[in-house]
Structures are given as C-alpha cells and as structure tokens.
C-alpha cells in the first residue's frame, strides 16, 4: 500500500485518484500517522437482477385497477 502526506495528496489529488481508481488504495499520513485512505470504488454487478421470476411470482388480488377507476368514475357522474 502506498503511503502519502496530506500535503503530497493535496498537491497531486487528480495523481492519487486515478491511482486509486485503477485499483491502489493510498494510506494518507498526517505526522506520520495514518488518518485516511483512499480506496477503489466498490464494483457492483453493474446491472440490476433479473426479476422475471420475482414478477411472475406475485399473485394479484381482487379487480384490475382500471375496472376500479372506471367503476369510481360512473359512481361520481350520478
């Protein structure tokens, strides 16, 4: 892990992140003593789950909501 002085960092943030997002995590000193790090982003899958199944698991209830709507319409014209 590369170590850096707050001061380096400042001086060369653009450096330093690039570095970090190619995958170098960076221990910043202050005094000689550790005060943060900077990491690579965590990768994620990058795409959301297939929810096919999920959707075509849930069991719907009572009416469509358009026959709902339309019927709520009727009633409030009378």
């Known amino acids: 892990m590369e170590r ?3 001061r380096e960092v400042r001086e ?3 450096a330093y992140l690039e570095r970090a997002e190619s995958g170098e995590e960076i221990s910043i000193l202050r ?6 790090r900077l990491v690579p982003p ?3 899958p990058g795409r959301f789950p297939d929810l096919t199944e999920f959707r075509a698991s849930i069991g719907l209830k009572g009416e469509p909501a358009s026959e709902t709507v339309a019927k709520l319409r009727r009633e409030a014209r009378y």
């Open 4 to 6: 850096a002085s707050v």
């Open 12 to 14: 060369n943030l653009r």
């Open 31 to 36: 005094r000689g003593k550790e005060v943060a």
């Open 42 to 44: 965590a990768r994620g």
